[in-house]
């Protein structure tokens, strides 16, 4: 039974992520930062078939003592302060963990076992201020923002590491992907919770930001296959995940309102205190390389996603 040790096991990708594993065999060990809360919520239902043990990426230590102890075969670095608005005000704490982390975990794998196989979460916030569309591994970076600029960090020290120590580190260029599981904070989950809102009679008006937006949006759930199908190729490389497509927030504020029969137009109010200080471009993927090389394909579509997620929030509301 081959062992995986994923940081940010509490997060969205983390819990999918670790649901996957555990299908194909493995046994998984999640780290997770110790805190005063429990954030299991996304966990709950694999406490008793995975291993959750205190780690943190500001803490080189714990790091060298958790790969020590359990021995993985595989590492998939998911941990990261990655809500982006929030990097504006905390810039310091964001590339402490986001970027300088991803140094730390990468350095204690040389130390321990330069064999482990190393997935870094790297992000399509990367490309910014895009320099061509659609953008691909070769695509050159312009990140917008704090978070991004220190996800540029975390990929290229993986590269970096790969390239110098003969490490097989992958770096996953991840476009937005979504589910249920999406953090309240984030556009996508806002929209859905506020539409189950508005409809079970919980509120009367949903406040978001710049409705033009444009995101190449897909399932999590899919997008963890392909990290664990990076791992398993012959060699090491880079690969752009995401759906092709591009839609804005009024887009999936159209599908989901109108999911439970309401007209968006009614209910939504653009307000200027969640507009970015620097909006990113047109961000779309060109995801072919991970089509024909991992041979990977997303199951779920744009539409069939806004709705699992307007679905979901339904039923948590109701219970």
Known sequence: MPTALITGITGQ???????????????????????????????????????????????QGSLLSLLEEYEPVEVYNLAAQSFVPTSWNQPAL????????????????????????????????????????????????YPRSPYGVAKVYGHWITVNYRESFDMFAVSGILFNHESPRRGLEF???????????IKLGLAKELRLGNLEAQRDWGFSGDYVEAMWRMLQQDEPDNFVIGMGETHSVREFCEIAFGHVGLDYKDFVVQDERFYRPAEVDLLIADPSKA???????????FKELVTMMVDGDLERLKR
């Open 13 to 59: 990708d983390g819990s999918y992520l670790a649901e996957l594993l555990l299908k194909k065999g493995y046994r998984v060990i999640g780290v997770a930062r110790r805190s005063s809360t429990v954030t299991n919520e996304r966990i709950v239902h694999l406490l008793d078939d995975i291993t959750v043990v205190q780690g943190d990426l500001h803490d």
């Open 94 to 141: 964001t590339g402490d963990i986001t970027a300088l982390g991803v140094t730390r975990l990468l350095e204690a794998i040389r130390f321990v076992n330069p064999k482990i196989r190393f997935y870094q979460a790297s992000s399509s916030e990367m490309f910014g201020k895009v320099i061509e569309v659609p953008q691909r591994e070769s695509t050159p970076f």
């Open 187 to 197: 556009v996508t989950r806002k929209i859905s919770d506020g539409v189950a809102r």
């Open 291 to 301: 089509r024909s090389v991992l041979g990977w394909e997303p199951a779920v579509s």
